[in-house]
């Protein structure tokens, strides 16, 4: 609903060029208008990179990447600003409920009351729903508390004040309801985004100060210890610390970081003391953003809400008309009375909303973030689930397992030669590399012109000549590079379900690296819960070479398919495949080198040490490193789903039938009000304890079935 401080003032654009648009409006000089909210909010629409509000020049910029529709939903987001964007909020309106439910209720003992002072009660309980309804039909039409106000007048018109009352008293009930259950989760939401009110320790010239957390910068070393929230996304730079991420995740287990492994803010540290560099602050944290996302999911109606309001609507005229026809023929103002105090707006209304934010709080304290309605609605019609295997069906921080130099230099010097070339990409394999070389005190050649080239590996040069690393496609086909001497030694190593990366230099092979990655230790189990919950085709893709591909295929029976030398582009066009045989695909990454897929897909699922490109693209992100998060964000979606779909039936029957039997006269109004608003209830209360339940399997219902 348009805030009716909104009204008539949306803004309009005055400049646009390259992904920016300059925004004017009356509205955004409103001294009501909450800036960081707004700003926060347009952030949080995809596509959008960057918003700035001035309120004195009445104006709002936005950057984005022009991508089609981003524009529009800016608009849209702006033209249709929640009461939540005003400063003031919506507690007045709140109060003014209240007052009215206490009257109502009031007005139920009108009876006993002298009749000219339970009439007055009454009237008074009943002004702001007629107020309302009346509001309504001057600026939007026939719509429900048309409805509402036209049976609650129609009521006290014929003296049935305890009816009128309890109406009012029960219509005010739903709407504390709806209210409380969307400040609940708005409070929940943005605790995540409460960034900015503490002190924090930074690194200055060798120094430690304190300073507001808001104040950060991009590339600060901020330290933690005990007992400090982190609020920074990171890498770890020195130190060792035990993590709380209970509020992130919900998981108590505190998780061990050391230096070079990314944080995300939202964490506690629980032991011990670390320095981050910080490479996302305040409002672009990675929590922040995600919270920002959610709460303008929750915020603007989805499309199975905006269809059961839809239709909500249309069946407004229709009670009214059924009513009108009653008296007409009958004459029986009672009975057309009930027929006006059954509206199937309520449920029809609210079941749809509350599901979807109930449903994205189960999942979100289950550690998946589900961005909106959209997405559930897509988990739930998917039949067939991608998997990028580094990072996602594996672990993805590999161990160097062999070094074997094939032409005359030592293990340790091949291995700080490609950890040299390696050291600035943060390719698992190249993580690798670097982390073996550290551990064993390798001193660093100086590179120079280092190039990475993206699914193949890197190129650089040390004193003039040219080293190559990655993969026996890059090396061999693309370089010309002779690695035929190599093949039985690589063949055996990659038997053991061993990548190989390959190290030439000027144009001969100079050794090769074997890395091994770990199976996720759930994986097994999670692949044949999904299928067990309806997934139909499990698939595995990977730039890896053939043999590592078939080894991992060995090791997970549950899949379908397993394909290997995958370009990015070639994952996304399988996708684009899966589709065009019909299925609803959703592709897991860890976001390294699968962007691509994760955008083609239906649903895009993102790993949590998924880079920021990939948990943007993503429209669900799991916070917990494993894969149990998919498997219960599937079956919180099919559930969603379905009780989206029972409420909905379950209001248009229930209602019905009431309505029959009041058209019948079989009903009193208030008999007819009661039986609808309890009906609502119920409606209500089933969809929301349906979408809090936990997930059916999980970690600790499903035994894990194999261990790697
Ligand atoms: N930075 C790098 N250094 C060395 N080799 C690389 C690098 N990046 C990619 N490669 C090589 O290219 C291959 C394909 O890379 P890509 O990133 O597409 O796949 P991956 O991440 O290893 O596996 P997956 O596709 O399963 O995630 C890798 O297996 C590796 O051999
Ligand atoms: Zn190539």
Known sequence: MPS????????????????????????FADPALDHAYVEAMIMALPGVIEARLNAGAACLVARHDGRPGVREAILAALGDLPDEAFLPGRRRKREGLDKAAALGLLALGAKRLPRPLGGLLSWLAAAPVIAGGLETLINRGLKVEVLDAAAVSALLLRGDYRAAGAIVALLALGRHLEQTSEEKSSALLKSLLA?????????????????PAAKLAIGDIVVCGPGDKIVVDGQVTWGQAELNQSSITGEARPVAVEVGDRVISGATVQDGKIKIRAQQVGRHTAMARVGSFIETAVRHQSEPEKRSARL???????????AGGLLLLTGDTRRAVSVLTVDFGCALKLAAPLAVKTAMYNAGRRGVLIKGARALEALSRVDAVVFDKTGTITHGDLEVTDVVPLDGMSAEELLALAAGAEEHYSHPVGRAVVRAARRRGLPQPALSQVD???????????????????????????????????????????DQGKSILYVGHE???EGVIALRDRLRPEAGAVLAGLRAAGVEELVVLTGD???TA???????????????ELRPEDKAAIVAELQARGRVVAFVGDGVNDAPALVTADVGVCMPAGAELARDAAQVVLLQDDLWGLLSARQLAARFQ?????SFFAAIGLNCAIMLAAAAGRLSPLGAALLHNLSTIGILGHAAAANLRPAETGPRALPQERVS
């Not at 401080?5 to 009356?26: D, F």
């Not at 960034?195 to 300073?211: L, M, Y």
């Not at 909500?312 to 059924?322: E, F, I, M, N, Q």
């Not at 379905?642 to 029972?646: D, M, R, Y």
């Open 452 to 494: 990475f080239i993206v699914a193949h590996g890197v190129s650089a040069y040390v004193a003039d000549q040219r080293v190559l690393v990655g993969s026996l496609h890059f090396l061999a086909e693309d370089e010309g590079v002779d690695c035929s001497t190599a093949e039985g030694l690589c063949a055996s190593l990659r």
């Open 545 to 547: 070479h053939r043999q």
């Open 4 to 27: 009716a401080k909104n009204l008539g003032r949306g803004p309009s654009v005055v400049h646009e060029a390259n992904g920016r648009i300059r925004l004017r409006g009356r509205l």
């Open 642 to 646: 379905a009780t989206v779909g029972q």
């Open 195 to 211: 960034v900015g009110d503490e002190d924090v320790s930074v690194e200055r010239d060798g120094a430690e100060i304190r300073q």
């Open 550 to 564: 078939q080894a991992l295929a060995r090791d997970l029976p549950q899949l379908d398919a397993v394909r290997w």
């Open 312 to 322: 909500a609507d249309r069946l407004t005229p229709v009670s009214l008309g059924l």
């Open 507 to 509: 144009n001969h092979l």
